[in-house]
């Protein structure tokens, strides 16, 4: 079955800090596409970052960036210079393969982080 | 505006009524998934959907029903409530193109006494 593992149930990081958050994968797939979203207290799904594993570069959004472990199955999200409206929950997400669509997204258990000013 | 409706945004029910919470999407995307949060337990998978008249159950499928007779609409059935499926609930929709992610709904928050 395919899991997604988010490690980290809170963290917490100080305003203008740099911040990791960890996300493991399982997989039998070579070509596939990985999220992380940002739930802030609105409860509003917003879309952080994604990442193309055929892709050898790490995917980078002004203040975002992932690294990506393929081989490791490893996919974090580094969030630089820490600001207050950061503070959420953030989940991994990783494609349903049905028939060999990947359209349906499964996701991790999150991680909520805090921002300390 | 496009986007993802779901309606109601809050619901109480008794235990053993039945209800449907209603999603529709207008971006002609193929995928829908229903979800539930619950604390620590993350957005799990209840049914999700890759095209008209196609199915599937996800990780928590039981005491849920779904059909998807048109691209638009893929409504969620509560067959008898349950005080176990008190949760907010998500619908969500992606497009061919669904590697550049899913457009979520603003949720419906439901409680069952």
């Known amino acids: 079955a395919q899991t997604v593992t988010q490690s980290q149930p809170e963290m917490s990081v100080q305003e203008a800090e740099t911040v990791t958050l960890s996300c493991t994968y399982d997989t039998s797939e070579s070509d596939y596409y990985l999220f992380w979203y940002k739930q802030p207290p609105s409860r509003q799904m917003i879309l952080v970052i994604r990442q193309e594993a055929y892709k050898q570069q790490n995917a980078t959004e002004n203040r975002f960036s992932v690294n990506f472990q393929k081989a490791a199955k490893s996919f974090s999200l580094k969030i630089s210079d820490s600001q207050l409206g950061d503070a959420a929950m953030y989940f991994c997400?990783?494609?349903?393969?049905?028939?060999?669509?990947?359209?349906?997204?499964?996701f991790g258990k999150g991680t909520k982080l805090s921002v300390k000013p | 505006n496009a986007g993802v409706t779901q309606t109601p945004k809050f619901q109480v029910l008794k235990t053993g009524q039945s209800m449907t919470l209603q999603c529709a999407q207008d971006?002609?995307?193929?995928?829908m998934s229903w979800y539930r949060q619950d604390p620590g337990m993350g957005l799990r998978l209840i049914h999700y959907?890759?095209?008209?008249?196609?199915?599937d159950q996800g990780e928590v499928p039981n005491g849920y029903n779904v059909s998807r007779s048109t691209t638009e609409d893929f409504p969620l059935r509560l067959l008898s409530a349950a005080p176990s499926q008190t949760s907010v609930y998500f619908c969500a929709s992606g497009g061919t193109g669904a590697h550049y992610g899913y457009t979520f709904g603003s949720g419906t928050r439901l409680t069952v006494v």
């Open positions: 997400a990783y494609p349903l393969n049905y028939g060999g669509s990947q359209g349906n997204l499964i």
């Open positions: 959907s890759v095209g008209a008249g196609i199915t």
């Open positions: 971006m002609n995307h193929e995928y």
